[in-house]
Protein backbone atom coordinates (compact mmCIF):
# COMPACT_ATOMS: atom_id res chain seq x y z
CA UNK A 1 0.00 0.00 0.00
CA UNK A 2 1.79 3.73 -0.98
CA UNK A 3 0.74 7.00 -0.97
CA UNK A 4 -1.78 8.99 1.34
CA UNK A 5 -3.24 5.57 2.33
CA UNK A 6 0.32 3.42 3.24
CA UNK A 7 0.16 4.64 6.68
CA UNK A 8 -3.37 4.32 7.55
CA UNK A 9 -2.76 3.71 11.04
CA UNK A 10 -0.98 6.10 11.97
CA UNK A 11 -3.32 8.97 9.71
CA UNK A 12 -6.49 6.93 11.63
CA UNK A 13 -5.11 6.67 14.89
CA UNK A 14 -4.31 10.65 14.39
CA UNK A 15 -7.44 11.49 13.14
CA UNK A 16 -9.16 9.37 16.81
CA UNK A 17 -6.97 10.88 19.43
CA UNK A 18 -8.09 14.36 18.23
CA UNK A 19 -12.16 13.37 18.39
CA UNK A 20 -11.87 11.57 21.45
CA UNK A 21 -12.45 15.33 23.58
CA UNK A 22 -14.96 16.41 20.85
CA UNK A 23 -16.90 13.45 21.72
CA UNK A 24 -16.82 13.78 25.00
CA UNK A 25 -18.13 16.92 25.34
CA UNK A 26 -20.81 17.04 22.56
CA UNK A 27 -23.96 16.26 22.46
CA UNK A 28 -23.93 12.88 19.52
CA UNK A 29 -22.78 10.71 22.87
CA UNK A 30 -24.17 12.14 25.58
CA UNK A 31 -22.16 11.50 28.64
CA UNK A 32 -24.03 13.31 31.36
CA UNK A 33 -26.84 11.35 30.29
CA UNK A 34 -24.64 8.15 30.27
CA UNK A 35 -23.50 8.79 33.69
CA UNK A 36 -26.90 8.64 35.04
CA UNK A 37 -27.74 5.66 33.24
CA UNK A 38 -28.87 6.07 29.68
CA UNK A 39 -28.53 2.62 28.03
CA UNK A 40 -25.90 2.71 24.32
CA UNK A 41 -26.98 -0.65 23.08
CA UNK A 42 -29.27 -1.14 20.64
CA UNK A 43 -32.72 -3.38 21.32
CA UNK A 44 -31.87 -6.07 19.06
CA UNK A 45 -28.17 -6.15 20.69
CA UNK A 46 -29.48 -7.22 24.12
CA UNK A 47 -31.94 -9.15 22.33
CA UNK A 48 -29.77 -11.47 20.14
CA UNK A 49 -26.97 -11.67 23.05
CA UNK A 50 -29.24 -12.59 25.83
CA UNK A 51 -28.11 -12.90 29.07
CA UNK A 52 -24.04 -11.91 29.70
CA UNK A 53 -24.10 -11.71 34.20
CA UNK A 54 -20.95 -13.20 35.23
CA UNK A 55 -19.73 -13.86 31.74
CA UNK A 56 -16.46 -12.59 30.37
CA UNK A 57 -17.02 -9.86 27.41
CA UNK A 58 -14.29 -8.35 25.37
CA UNK A 59 -15.03 -5.19 23.41
CA UNK A 60 -12.86 -4.84 20.36
CA UNK A 61 -12.25 -1.02 18.89
CA UNK A 62 -14.20 -0.13 22.00
CA UNK A 63 -13.82 4.19 21.38
CA UNK A 64 -14.80 5.54 24.65
CA UNK A 65 -16.16 2.69 26.08
CA UNK A 66 -19.76 3.58 26.26
CA UNK A 67 -21.01 -0.19 24.99
CA UNK A 68 -18.49 -1.76 26.70
CA UNK A 69 -19.61 -0.64 29.81
CA UNK A 70 -23.43 -0.92 29.48
CA UNK A 71 -22.75 -4.52 29.22
CA UNK A 72 -20.72 -4.40 32.33
CA UNK A 73 -24.46 -2.87 33.61
CA UNK A 74 -25.78 -5.61 32.53
CA UNK A 75 -23.09 -7.82 33.87
CA UNK A 76 -20.55 -8.84 31.90
CA UNK A 77 -17.06 -8.80 33.35
CA UNK A 78 -15.67 -6.43 30.60
CA UNK A 79 -12.55 -6.02 28.63
CA UNK A 80 -12.24 -2.80 26.18
CA UNK A 81 -9.46 -2.57 23.76
CA UNK A 82 -8.73 0.12 21.11
CA UNK A 83 -5.48 1.74 19.67
CA UNK A 84 -6.42 5.19 21.08
CA UNK A 85 -4.82 6.05 23.94
CA UNK A 86 -7.20 9.32 24.93
CA UNK A 87 -9.83 7.34 23.71
CA UNK A 88 -8.76 4.20 26.31
CA UNK A 89 -8.30 7.09 29.06
CA UNK A 90 -11.49 8.36 28.73
CA UNK A 91 -12.94 4.70 29.00
CA UNK A 92 -11.01 4.74 32.07
CA UNK A 93 -12.46 7.50 33.99
CA UNK A 94 -15.79 7.08 32.52
CA UNK A 95 -15.87 3.35 34.25
CA UNK A 96 -14.84 4.80 37.66
CA UNK A 97 -17.05 7.69 38.04
CA UNK A 98 -20.07 5.05 37.51
CA UNK A 99 -18.64 3.09 39.50
CA UNK A 100 -18.06 -0.22 37.49
CA UNK A 101 -14.73 -1.71 39.15
CA UNK A 102 -14.56 -4.85 37.13
CA UNK A 103 -13.89 -2.97 33.59
CA UNK A 104 -10.66 -3.37 32.36
CA UNK A 105 -9.34 -1.49 29.08
CA UNK A 106 -6.41 -2.06 26.95
CA UNK A 107 -4.26 0.69 24.16
CA UNK A 108 -3.78 -1.50 21.59
CA UNK A 109 -4.45 -1.82 17.76
CA UNK A 110 -6.82 -4.93 16.98
CA UNK A 111 -4.58 -6.69 15.40
CA UNK A 112 -2.10 -7.21 18.11
CA UNK A 113 -5.22 -7.79 20.56
CA UNK A 114 -3.92 -12.04 20.64
CA UNK A 115 -0.68 -10.53 21.88
CA UNK A 116 -1.98 -7.40 24.00
CA UNK A 117 -4.23 -9.97 25.87
CA UNK A 118 -1.62 -12.34 26.86
CA UNK A 119 -3.92 -14.70 24.77
CA UNK A 120 -6.47 -14.96 26.96
CA UNK A 121 -9.57 -16.09 25.80
CA UNK A 122 -13.67 -14.52 26.22
CA UNK A 123 -16.80 -16.09 26.43
CA UNK A 124 -18.56 -13.23 24.11
CA UNK A 125 -16.07 -11.33 21.65
CA UNK A 126 -18.09 -7.72 20.82
CA UNK A 127 -17.59 -5.82 17.62
CA UNK A 128 -19.80 -2.49 17.25
CA UNK A 129 -21.13 -0.46 15.04
CA UNK A 130 -18.44 1.77 13.32
CA UNK A 131 -15.76 -0.91 13.16
CA UNK A 132 -14.81 -2.97 10.55
CA UNK A 133 -14.58 0.02 7.92
CA UNK A 134 -11.10 1.37 9.85
CA UNK A 135 -9.28 -1.92 8.97
CA UNK A 136 -7.89 -3.28 5.86
CA UNK A 137 -8.09 -7.12 6.09
CA UNK A 138 -10.96 -8.25 7.24
CA UNK A 139 -9.54 -11.87 6.93
CA UNK A 140 -6.68 -11.12 9.38
CA UNK A 141 -9.38 -9.57 12.14
CA UNK A 142 -11.59 -12.32 12.04
CA UNK A 143 -8.80 -15.18 12.61
CA UNK A 144 -7.44 -12.45 15.38
CA UNK A 145 -11.39 -12.30 17.16
CA UNK A 146 -11.99 -15.91 16.48
CA UNK A 147 -8.40 -16.66 18.64
CA UNK A 148 -10.01 -14.59 21.52
CA UNK A 149 -13.40 -16.75 21.86
CA UNK A 150 -13.22 -19.13 24.47
CA UNK A 151 -14.18 -22.75 23.55
CA UNK A 152 -18.23 -22.48 23.50
CA UNK A 153 -18.10 -18.81 23.49
CA UNK A 154 -19.31 -17.03 20.31
CA UNK A 155 -18.89 -13.76 18.39
CA UNK A 156 -21.22 -11.00 18.13
CA UNK A 157 -20.91 -8.44 15.51
CA UNK A 158 -23.03 -5.36 14.65
CA UNK A 159 -22.28 -3.47 12.26
CA UNK A 160 -23.63 -0.90 9.65
CA UNK A 161 -24.88 -2.48 6.70
CA UNK A 162 -22.62 -2.12 3.40
CA UNK A 163 -25.79 -1.51 1.01
CA UNK A 164 -26.45 1.91 3.74
CA UNK A 165 -22.96 2.88 3.42
CA UNK A 166 -22.61 3.23 -0.69
CA UNK A 167 -26.09 4.93 -0.34
CA UNK A 168 -26.52 8.81 -0.85
CA UNK A 169 -28.06 11.05 2.11
CA UNK A 170 -31.09 10.33 1.05
CA UNK A 171 -30.92 6.48 2.15
CA UNK A 172 -32.16 5.38 -1.26
CA UNK A 173 -29.94 6.24 -4.18
CA UNK A 174 -26.78 4.72 -5.06
CA UNK A 175 -23.96 7.12 -4.79
CA UNK A 176 -20.34 4.59 -4.45
CA UNK A 177 -19.51 1.67 -5.87
CA UNK A 178 -20.24 -1.28 -3.75
CA UNK A 179 -17.79 -3.72 -4.70
CA UNK A 180 -14.99 -1.42 -4.36
CA UNK A 181 -11.94 -3.08 -1.89
CA UNK A 182 -9.00 -0.73 -2.39
CA UNK A 183 -8.58 1.90 0.61
CA UNK A 184 -10.96 5.12 0.67
CA UNK A 185 -9.02 8.45 1.34
CA UNK A 186 -10.90 10.84 2.86
CA UNK A 187 -9.78 14.49 4.08
CA UNK A 188 -12.15 16.74 5.69
CA UNK A 189 -12.81 18.38 8.82
CA UNK A 190 -15.12 17.82 11.54
CA UNK A 191 -16.48 14.13 13.05
CA UNK A 192 -19.60 12.24 12.54
CA UNK A 193 -20.90 13.21 16.16
CA UNK A 194 -20.03 17.08 15.06
CA UNK A 195 -19.41 17.91 11.37
CA UNK A 196 -18.91 21.75 12.29
CA UNK A 197 -15.98 20.97 15.28
CA UNK A 198 -12.48 22.29 14.49
CA UNK A 199 -9.86 19.79 13.59
CA UNK A 200 -6.80 19.03 12.22
CA UNK A 201 -6.13 15.86 11.66
CA UNK A 202 -8.13 15.63 8.81
CA UNK A 203 -7.08 12.94 6.52
CA UNK A 204 -8.69 8.95 7.77
CA UNK A 205 -8.47 6.05 5.17
CA UNK A 206 -11.54 3.41 5.25
CA UNK A 207 -12.47 -0.07 3.54
CA UNK A 208 -15.77 -1.68 2.41
CA UNK A 209 -16.84 -5.02 3.69
CA UNK A 210 -19.52 -7.02 2.14
CA UNK A 211 -21.13 -8.84 4.00
CA UNK A 212 -20.22 -12.25 2.16
CA UNK A 213 -16.62 -11.23 2.98
CA UNK A 214 -17.17 -10.97 6.85
CA UNK A 215 -19.02 -14.28 6.77
CA UNK A 216 -16.70 -15.93 4.56
CA UNK A 217 -13.66 -14.77 7.08
CA UNK A 218 -15.10 -15.77 9.99
CA UNK A 219 -16.24 -19.00 8.40
CA UNK A 220 -12.37 -19.69 7.45
CA UNK A 221 -11.31 -18.89 10.95
CA UNK A 222 -13.59 -21.45 12.64
CA UNK A 223 -16.35 -19.89 13.96
CA UNK A 224 -19.94 -21.38 13.03
CA UNK A 225 -22.40 -18.52 11.97
CA UNK A 226 -25.50 -19.51 13.64
CA UNK A 227 -27.93 -16.25 12.36
CA UNK A 228 -27.03 -13.12 10.18
CA UNK A 229 -29.97 -10.54 10.95
CA UNK A 230 -30.85 -7.34 8.83
CA UNK A 231 -32.35 -4.16 10.11
CA UNK A 232 -34.06 -1.55 8.39
CA UNK A 233 -32.99 2.00 11.20
CA UNK A 234 -29.86 2.65 12.66
CA UNK A 235 -27.54 4.29 10.65
CA UNK A 236 -26.58 7.63 11.81
CA UNK A 237 -26.65 9.43 8.55
CA UNK A 238 -29.62 8.00 7.21
CA UNK A 239 -33.36 8.80 7.63
CA UNK A 240 -34.40 7.35 10.92
CA UNK A 241 -37.96 6.62 9.59
CA UNK A 242 -36.78 4.37 7.46
CA UNK A 243 -35.99 3.96 3.55
CA UNK A 244 -36.85 -0.16 2.49
CA UNK A 245 -33.04 -0.48 2.52
CA UNK A 246 -31.18 -2.22 5.38
CA UNK A 247 -29.04 0.08 7.50
CA UNK A 248 -27.22 -2.19 10.18
CA UNK A 249 -26.62 -5.89 10.42
CA UNK A 250 -25.99 -8.10 12.87
CA UNK A 251 -24.30 -12.00 13.40
CA UNK A 252 -23.64 -14.47 15.82
CA UNK A 253 -20.87 -16.97 15.39
CA UNK A 254 -20.19 -19.68 17.66
CA UNK A 255 -16.74 -21.84 18.50
CA UNK A 256 -17.40 -25.45 19.30
CA UNK A 257 -16.39 -26.50 23.14
Known amino acids: ?21 IHLAGPFYD ?17 EVGDVSGKTLL ?23 DFSAPAVNAARD ?13 IADVYDAVHALDARTFDIVYTGIGALCW ?8 RTAAALVAPGGFLYLAEHHPVADVLADDGRTFEHDYFQRGPIVVDEPGTYADRDAPTTETLTIEWQHGIGEVVSALASAGLRLEFLHEHDRGHFRLPAEGTGVPQLYSLFASKGA
Open 1 to 21: MTGAAGDWRAANRASWDERVP
Open 94 to 106: LAARIGVRTARFV
Open 31 to 47: LPGFVAGRDTLRDFEDA
Open 135 to 142: LPDITRWA
Open 59 to 81: HLQCHIGLDTLSWARRGAVVTGL
